[in-house]
């Protein structure tokens, strides 16, 4: 497995983010560091970080931004600062409260080695046999609505844009994440129409990767409001007008 690092944007985690679940996933996988953006917090999640970057130093970087910024400025310094940290192959981001397992990196990272030219693993939360994907059904349809509109924005067929778990290639970072984002929570979308209009609708077809996550729980305390949501409509239109 190649190596690769996780940005991982926190807001006020102190009590949420399982500390211990980040140290065995860190004994478990040699490939991997990680990147850890406070953003602002107002609880004492900067010093849980600096504590864990101190445990591990040469593979745990803690970043505190001066204030809160949104999730989208977060990952987008995170990103930038673990690309010029190390040379490792991908750079993923990865949501705190760990819905995603960290292990499921991994096996985003070995799909990565089954097509060389991929440029963006996309986590995908697909319920099906064999596999424990548990959400509610409210969040299940809003995510369908959402992700019809979204295909439409970037006219690609995509399932699943907002899942908090995703791998970058190392070599297209600075141009997809090089200026800020209009969006605070659906920069993911603004994410890949920049990488559509660099790269072209065919090689995205073919070089984005959806992965059926294995496991995937949903988690209470979301830090995305009901306002937010209802402007995510409006913040689509704003990246179709900019992108199209």
């Not at 490939?31 to 900067?46: E, I, L, Q, R």
């Not at 970037?154 to 899942?163: A, E, N, S």
């Not at 993911?188 to 729980?217: C, I, Q, S, Y």
Request: glycine content about 6%.
């Amino acid at each position: 497995m190649s190596d690769y690092c996780l940005v991982v944007p926190c807001y006020n985690e102190e009590r949420r983010l399982d500390v211990a679940a980040v140290e065995r996933f860190l004994c478990d996988t040699p490939a991997v560091s990680m990147c850890f953006v406070n953003d602002g917090s107002a609880d004492k999640t900067g010093e849980v970080l600096a504590a864990l970057a101190a445990r591990w130093p040469e593979r745990v970087l803690a970043l505190d931004m001066p204030a809160n910024g949104g999730k989208a400025e977060a990952v987008r310094h995170g990103m930038l600062k673990a690309h010029a940290w190390r040379p490792v192959a991908f750079i993923g981001y990865w949501d705190a409260d760990l819905a995603t397992p960290l292990e499921e990196s991994r096996e985003m990272m070995r799909a990565t080695g089954a097509r060389p030219t991929v440029l963006v693993v996309l986590g995908l939360r697909l319920a099906r046999l064999g596999a424990d994907v548990a959400r509610s059904a409210q969040r299940h349809y809003l995510g369908r609505v959402f992700a019809t509109m979204a295909s439409m924005v970037l006219q690609l067929p995509v399932y699943d844009t907002q899942c908090g778990a995703k791998l970058v290639r190392r070599d297209v970072v600075p141009e997809l994440f090089g200026q800020p984002f209009s969006s605070r929570w659906v920069f993911d979308v603004e994410m890949l129409a920049r990488l559509r209009n660099k790269v072209g609708r065919d090689r995205m077809l073919v070089d984005v990767l959806e992965f059926p996550l294995w496991t995937w729980h949903g988690v209470d305390g979301s830090k995305m409001r009901l306002s937010a949501m209802l402007r995510a409509p409006l913040e689509l239109w704003a990246i179709a007008r900019r992108y199209n």
